[in-house]
């Protein structure tokens, strides 16, 4: 069960987009991340790029006991931004990544980048 007032937090959302992002939870991964502004939109309707990120995390949902994510920390730079530094390991090979966020509604949403989504391989 998530505890919904974690969303709330940029720390809450910063682990729940990253594991829903290396796991292939397609509904997580679109509800708590925007497209950055200053980028352009994936032109991809949702349900194609939900058919890749499922397809390629496949392999990490099968071997999830060798999968790590932790938070190292969050900087919020004012009440609508702070960056997030989440650790993710995958079979030894250990990546910071760092989450830009942007308030959403009541709670925080990570802006997909291309950085970011090279990090964590988002589709």
């Given amino acids: 069960m998530v505890d919904l007032r974690r969303l ?3 720390r809450g959302t910063a682990l729940a987009w990253t594991g829903a ?3 292939g939870d397609c509904t997580a991964f679109e509800e708590l991340s ?3 502004p200053s980028g352009q939109a994936d032109p991809r309707p ?3 790029r939900c058919l890749v990120l499922r397809t390629g995390t496949a392999e990490n949902r099968d071997r999830a006991s060798g999968i ?3 938070l190292q920390g969050v900087e919020q730079q004012s009440s609508r931004e702070a960056t997030a530094r989440v650790e993710v390991t995958r079979q030894g090979d250990v990546q910071v990544v760092p989450l830009r966020m ?7 949403a990570v802006l ?3 950085e970011t989504c090279a990090a964590v391989r988002c589709p």
Avoid: L, N, S, Y
């Fill in 102 to 108: 942007q308030r959403k509604g009541r709670g925080w």
């Fill in 34 to 36: 925007v497209v950055d």
């Fill in 46 to 48: 949702q349900r194609e």
């Fill in 8 to 10: 709330a937090t940029p």
């Fill in 21 to 23: 992002t290396v796991f």
């Fill in 68 to 70: 790590g994510i932790t």
């Fill in 112 to 114: 997909r980048t291309p």
